[in-house]
């Protein structure tokens, strides 16, 4: 991603000097010259210095390893119990900064409060112009902005009070968020009125592409919608149905946990009642190496149902729920329902997740060049998703290799949400805010909770099978995972039938808009997006709610549960305004079509031309 250019620094400097708000004199040029110094113009830039909340957890992380390792050699912890002291010291720790953090929040509210009161009679001014790397630098608790219509708001007040819970809106500043603020208010028009009180000036440039004005098939989708909620008297969150569904999942992944990594190996004499050995002897009882056989083979198929019950129906189930605020009405809930099936069972990161899917995916969905989950480069990616990219020869068998290596993506949102997100502050083409102490230190609590409850547990604590075998077990698992999720999330937007964008972000210095989208949003949410399988309630229930997903990405805070009845209130809508809604029959027909998708996308193109100068 090109670094800025001349001219981009110096649209930055004439604004920063001619709208700085309620600051003037030598006082006001020390302050723009601070800002200047500390401005990131682009992404790539704005990740090359480490945070001071980082700096601030590594060294919590390092003081906990280090009481760990002299508890052990003191012989107060054993050997085994360092990964599980690492999480509760780190979680207890976390938990602790939280509290303090709430209290100086607290603190520092009453200040403002009483240095309000004393400015009363001066008016807010709110006729700053900024640019986007302006806003970009207001991204954290002390200085929240935000963009919504080409309006900017110091919203720094109201972080704690939003309704909605102080991370979903923390995630939102220092970035245009017209399009969230949007989907995440769908049913109401008070968050617009509240805004208004925070008014400071316009936005000037843009960081990403932009949608053109909604021409009303958006408002109607919400006020048809809306009334259908209302009529009704459903809660659009309600959050009792995700507990039903998601408990036997549960139920079928822990016990498929047992079965594969816990219970012992035994001779068929010996066995207990019930045992993976009994059973096994019941399948081929003929000889020895016959019924060790199929007592591997019934720990790969546990293996393949704890992938599948543990992790990948929640995440594709309330996990994504709680990313989007569409279960329940307690940001705690979110909090805690979120981290515990993706960051605790699973050993991924909910912070990683939600800027790469709230942030990136849902708002800029099938724009190259913005969206995280699409290639970020025109060339060297291992796949060709958009005629965009440089083709290349090996791309004729992607649609060969990619569905084999989509069993890496669980194992690889392990290490990006770490090496990437964490430590770059970049999701693809997407910014990462400053993360909090706590947060990085949950990070660490969690992957060593993870550690200690998928390798130290089974094998130390139980240690009923050789550790080789344990460890293809793990692959089986985390390999079923990453297709679950991946053939899921594929189909829906990477086919043949659903429309792609590109952000041209080599313009963004040169223009204050360097891409427009062709189609309003609403409209590319539904052109970029299929349904599948709309009548069948098994691939519902499979899936999450994502066979619907144009309900999803138009309503992202309503639970998947209410998706097949408001569907059909979409699907006239769009007939109305003359939208094709992409809807096709069964997971396997979209399948097809994202297979079709990558076998065409790699007969496309050419080698580029060698060019001799």
């Not at 060709?384 to 992607?398: A, D, G, M, T």
Request: with cysteine; glycine share 6%.
């Amino acid at each position: 991603m090109p670094e800025s250019s001349a001219v981009g620094m110096a649209g930055a400097v004439a604004h920063a000097v001619s709208s700085d708000v309620g600051v003037s004199g030598s006082a006001a040029e020390a302050k723009r010259a601070a800002e200047l110094a500390m401005l990131r113009p682009t992404p790539s830039s704005y990740s090359k210095q480490p945070t001071r909340q980082g700096m601030q957890a590594w060294t919590i992380v390092v003081s906990i390893m280090l009481l760990s390792a002299s508890a052990y050699y003191a012989e107060i912890l054993p050997a085994y119990a360092v990964f599980l002291s690492w999480a509760a010291a780190g979680e207890l720790t976390a938990i602790a900064l939280d509290v303090t953090s709430a209290l100086v929040r607290k603190a520092n509210s009453r200040r403002r409060v009483d240095r309000d009161e004393q400015q009363q009679h001066q008016e807010r001014r709110t006729d700053g112009v900024y640019t986007w790397q302006q806003v970009a630098m207001h991204n954290t608790p002390e200085s929240a902005w935000i963009a919504v219509k080409g309006k900017v708001y110091d919203v720094t007040d109201f972080v704690d009070s939003h309704p909605g819970g102080r991370e979903l809106l923390l995630l939102c500043c220092g970035r245009d968020a017209t399009d969230l603020f949007l989907s995440y208010h769908p049913f109401t028009n008070k968050p617009a009125l509240t805004l208004n009180k925070y008014l400071i000036g316009t936005l000037s440039t843009y960081e990403h592409p932009m949608y053109p004005e909604d021409t009303g098939l958006y408002r109607e989708l919400c006020s048809k919608v809306g009334d259908y909620f209302k009529q009704t008297k459903l809660d659009h969150k309600a959050p009792l149905t995700a507990f039903l569904r998601m408990t036997p999942a549960y139920a079928v992944g822990f016990l498929a946990f047992y079965v594969a990594y816990l219970t012992p190996l035994s001779a068929p004499e010996t066995a207990a009642p019930y045992s993976v050995s009994a059973l096994a002897a019941l399948l081929a009882p003929e000889t020895e190496a016959s019924w060790r056989a199929s007592g591997v083979v019934v720990r790969v198929l546990a293996a393949v149902l704890f992938g599948i019950g543990c992790q990948g129906i929640p995440l594709t189930g309330w996990m994504h729920d709680s990313s989007h605020a569409s279960i329940g009405h307690s940001e705690w809930l979110w909090f805690g329902i979120g981290r515990f099936a993706l960051d605790w069972v699973s050993g991924s990161s909910m912070v990683s997740w939600r800027n790469q899917h709230v942030i990136g995916h849902h708002v800029y969905t099938n724009v190259m060049g913005a969206d995280p989950d699409l290639p970020v480069a025109t060339e060297g990616d291992v796949r060709r998703i958009v005629p965009e990219q440089v083709w290349n020869s090996v791309y004729k068998y992607q649609h060969v290799y990619m569905p084999i290596l989509y069993g890496l993506l669980g194992l690889k949102s392990r290490f990006q949400d770490t090496f990437e997100i964490f430590k770059t502050h970049l999701n693809g083409p997407i910014r990462v805010n400053p993360i909090s102490t706590q947060d990085n230190v949950r990070q660490f609590a969690s992957k060593s909770f993870w550690m200690f409850f998928r390798f130290v547990m089974p094998h130390v604590f139980f240690g009923k099978i050789p550790l080789s075998l344990h460890v293809m077990l793990f692959f089986v698992s985390e390999f079923t995972t990453g297709y679950w999720l991946a053939f899921n999330f594929q189909v829906s937007h990477v086919t043949t039938v659903a429309d792609f964008y590109f952000s041209d972000v080599s313009m963004r210095d040169e223009k204050p808009v360097h891409t427009e989208v062709r189609d309003e949003w609403a409209v590319s949410q539904v052109k970029s997006t299929i349904d599948y399988g709309q009548l069948d309630p098994i691939a519902t229930y499979l899936s999450g709610g994502l066979n619907y997903q144009t309900a999803h990405h138009l309503f992202p805070t309503v639970s998947q549960y209410h998706y097949p009845k408001i569907t059909p209130i979409i699907m006239d809508v769009c007939e109305k305004y003359g939208v094709h809604y992409n809807a096709l029959p069964s997971f396997y027909v979209a399948f097809a079509g994202h297979v079709a998708h990558l076998k065409a996308m790699g007969e496309q193109g050419k080698c580029p031309e060698l060019k001799l100068e």
